[in-house]
């Protein structure tokens, strides 16, 4: 059997206590991170919470949940999009070296997506004084996330709470 381009692997705990590890195989990252977000669905249906070895289950924060629902889907101008309450974005180099900005939040905290300076620029931001390594809180804004078919694509706007 050849070996998958990529894989994930992690455990999580039962209702009722069983450690179990899971391993997901995929042809690409993004392809792989796909079938993990819905594998998750799956797995929270089931009463599975993520398992860390060094300090057992590990439980989502009230505010962490909420944040969680504060999710929209829906159908626009540039296609499907994902509306996500909250999160920061992060001042990131990107493989060329150049600065790049990445949404941080909701189902997209570990890896974020990927948000372009004129999103940034058009709510005021200040570009040249936002340094590499640095989060920013976008706590007070939604993060509206174009997909195409079906996968995440950028930030195309980040729209101020009401």
Excluded at 27 to 33: D, G, I, N, P, Q
Excluded at 75 to 95: A, L, M, P, T, W
Aim: proline share 2%; with cysteine.
């Amino acid at each position: 059997m050849q070996e998958a381009k990529s894989s994930l692997n992690f455990f999580g705990v039962t209702k009722k206590g069983w450690r179990c590890q899971f391993t997901l195989r995929d042809e690409s990252e993004a392809a792989l991170l796909d079938r993990f977000g819905k594998f998750v669905t799956i797995l929270e249906t089931k009463g599975i919470v993520p398992y860390e070895h060094t300090k057992g289950p590990v439980h989502q924060s009230k505010a962490e949940q909420a944040a969680s629902q504060l999710t929209v889907n829906g159908k626009g101008d540039h296609g499907e999009y994902e509306i996500v309450q909250g999160g920061v974005i992060s001042v990131i180099s990107n493989e060329k070296g150049d600065v790049a900005y990445k949404y941080k939040g909701g189902r997209f905290k570990q890896f974020g997506v990927r948000v372009w300076p004129e999103v940034l620029e058009q709510l005021g931001w200040k570009l040249d004084s936002m340094r590499i390594g640095k989060e920013y809180s976008v706590e007070n804004y939604r993060a509206k996330i174009l997909l195409k078919k079906g996968r995440v694509s950028k930030v195309i706007e980040l729209i101020p709470a009401a």
